[in-house]
């Protein structure tokens, strides 16, 4: 039986890469479609009610880098039903937690055909920019308020988050939770979207000279639940923590904006041009939101390692690329990952560090989509 969870795992990667299209036009990346797992809840608890003390950190830092994590054994079926399941927190304090099974479906049925799973270093002060500082702060509403830069939001934690659905925010899980407990303010959890203040309290008209505001300001919408996964708080940012990073949060009211969809995070050898993309609330930059782009040096199946230039307070922006939707015959970007931090890694006996995004995979994907939607049918396509 010591070789069942390896096989499980080989036919899940099988049944996923096989659909991908066998080809593409070398000038239009193009995104690949997946047959996708199922991740369904099996049962819920209810927990206490948390301790909410926890100082809220903005970034998170780990020894384990690419060779590390190539290296670790995958996990079985039950220890990926554990990572999987996950804590619902909700506005009034109450917390659940709600376990869940992983199955593969064949030509849209219901029937289960395999199991499977995903498959101490230095901290610097002043980290995360590499050589010269690459980041575009974005100004004027002109594109404050346009998509794509509109996606991103501001935590009152202090991190960033991504629109990804009509009342939903995807964000890093080390913002409301530190693997222990849930970090102060989290039961009163704010979403703030930049907005124009105009001069005298106006609303401008269509004139040049009083379309433009003073200054952005942010509009604060409470959180109704979060979600974060046990793999997170299990793990608590060591080897296995990191890879699952990430929280989504539902808002108690629609934002009434273009949101960013989700999708399965390609192979960065697929990326276009091999790079990634993300905008966030650099803490160095206040009220400003920061662009930046850079390529993706390494990766494992869970995580994506880059040094595109960021600071605490970017943690939780949602990593994008742009390729063709073949389906539609469009161009399209999509959240493949989501900025967790920083580490310190050892090449070849020589320390480099790199900024790390969490990758949705599979599984990965079909839990946050499950999550959004609520009925796995609609989470066949990432």
Same mark, same amino acid.
């Given at each position: 039986?010591?070789?069942?969870?390896?096989?499980?795992?080989?036919?899940?990667?099988?049944?996923?890469?096989?659909?991908?299209?066998?080809?593409?036009?070398?000038?239009?990346?193009?995104?690949?479609?997946?047959?996708?797992?199922?991740?369904?809840?099996? =049962?819920?608890?209810?927990?206490?009610?948390?301790?909410?003390?926890?100082?809220?950190?903005?970034?998170?830092?780990?020894?384990?880098?690419?060779?590390?994590?190539?290296?670790?054994?995958?996990?079985?079926?039950?220890?990926?039903?554990?990572?999987?399941?996950?804590?619902?927190?909700?506005?009034?304090?109450?917390?659940?937690?709600?376990?869940?099974?992983?199955?593969?479906?064949?030509?849209?049925?219901?029937?289960?055909?395999?199991?499977?799973?995903?498959?101490?270093?230095?901290?610097?002060?002043?980290?995360?920019?590499?050589?010269?500082?690459?980041?575009?702060?974005?100004?004027?509403?002109?594109?404050?308020?346009?998509?794509?830069?509109?996606?991103?939001?501001?935590?009152?934690?202090?991190?960033?988050?991504?629109?990804?659905?009509?009342?939903?925010?995807?964000?890093?899980?080390?913002?409301?939770?530190?693997?222990?407990?849930?970090?102060?303010?989290?039961?009163?959890?704010?979403?703030?979207?930049?907005?124009?203040?105009?001069?005298?309290?106006?609303?401008?008209?269509?004139?040049?000279?009083?379309?433009?505001?003073?200054?952005?300001?942010?509009?604060?919408?409470?959180?109704?639940?979060?979600?974060?996964?046990?793999?997170?708080?299990?793990?608590?940012?060591?080897?296995?923590?990191?890879?699952?990073?990430?929280?989504?949060?539902?808002?108690?009211?629609?934002?009434?904006?273009?949101?960013?969809?989700?999708?399965?995070?390609?192979?960065?050898?697929?990326?276009?041009?091999?790079?990634?993309?993300? =905008?966030?609330?650099?803490?160095?930059?206040?009220?400003?939101?920061?662009?930046?782009?850079?390529?993706?040096?390494?990766?494992?199946?869970?995580?994506?390692?880059?040094?595109?230039?960021?600071?605490?307070?970017?943690?939780?922006?949602?990593?994008?690329?742009?390729?063709?939707?073949?389906?539609?015959?469009?161009?399209?970007?999509?959240?493949?990952?989501?900025?967790?931090?920083?580490?310190?890694?050892?090449?070849?006996?020589?320390?480099?560090?790199?900024?790390?995004?969490?990758?949705?995979?599979?599984?990965?994907?079909?839990?946050?989509?499950?999550?959004?939607?609520?009925?796995?049918?609609?989470?066949?396509?990432?």
């Amino acid at each position: 039986m010591a070789g069942v969870p390896g096989l499980f795992i080989l036919l899940l990667l099988l049944c996923v890469f096989r659909e991908v299209s066998p080809y593409s036009s070398p000038w239009k990346p193009t995104w690949p479609a997946y047959r996708l797992p199922v991740v369904l809840p099996q =049962s819920t608890l209810n927990l206490a009610k948390p301790d909410f003390n926890a100082k809220a950190k903005l970034e998170v830092s780990s020894s384990c880098g690419p060779q590390c994590h190539k290296g670790a054994p995958l996990p079985t079926y039950e220890e990926a039903k554990q990572y999987l399941s996950y804590e619902t927190l909700y506005a009034n304090g109450s917390r659940t937690e709600t376990r869940v099974g992983i199955y593969i479906l064949s030509n849209g049925e219901g029937r289960a055909q395999g199991r499977d799973s995903e498959a101490a270093g230095k901290s610097r002060r002043k980290r995360q920019i590499y050589g010269y500082d690459g980041r575009f702060s974005i100004f004027g509403k002109d594109f404050l308020l346009n998509y794509p830069f509109s996606t991103s939001v501001k935590l009152s934690t202090g991190c960033t988050g991504t629109l990804v659905a009509e009342k939903h925010v995807l964000t890093a899980a080390h913002c409301i939770h530190d693997g222990k407990t849930y970090v102060k303010g989290t039961q009163k959890l704010r979403v703030g979207f930049l907005k124009p203040k105009y001069k005298d309290g106006g609303r401008g008209d269509n004139s040049s000279s009083s379309a433009v505001p003073d200054k952005m300001k942010f509009q604060w919408i409470r959180v109704k639940r979060t979600h974060v996964p046990k793999g997170w708080i299990k793990g608590n940012a060591n080897d296995i923590g990191m890879d699952y990073d990430y929280a989504l949060l539902e808002l108690k009211k629609p934002h009434k904006r273009k949101f960013m969809k989700i999708g399965v995070s390609p192979p960065a050898k697929q990326l276009p041009g091999g790079r990634i993309h993300f =905008s966030g609330y650099d803490n160095d930059r206040p009220g400003n939101l920061v662009y930046r782009f850079c390529d993706v040096k390494d990766e494992t199946y869970d995580l994506l390692y880059q040094q595109c230039d960021a600071q605490p307070g970017a943690s939780g922006s949602g990593v994008y690329v742009r390729m063709w939707k073949r389906p539609q015959q469009k161009w399209e970007r999509k959240i493949i990952g989501i900025f967790s931090g920083h580490q310190w890694v050892d090449m070849n006996g020589s320390p480099q560090d790199f900024n790390v995004a969490v990758r949705i995979t599979p599984l990965k994907y079909a839990q946050i989509c499950y999550w959004i939607k609520g009925n796995y049918l609609d989470c066949r396509e990432g």
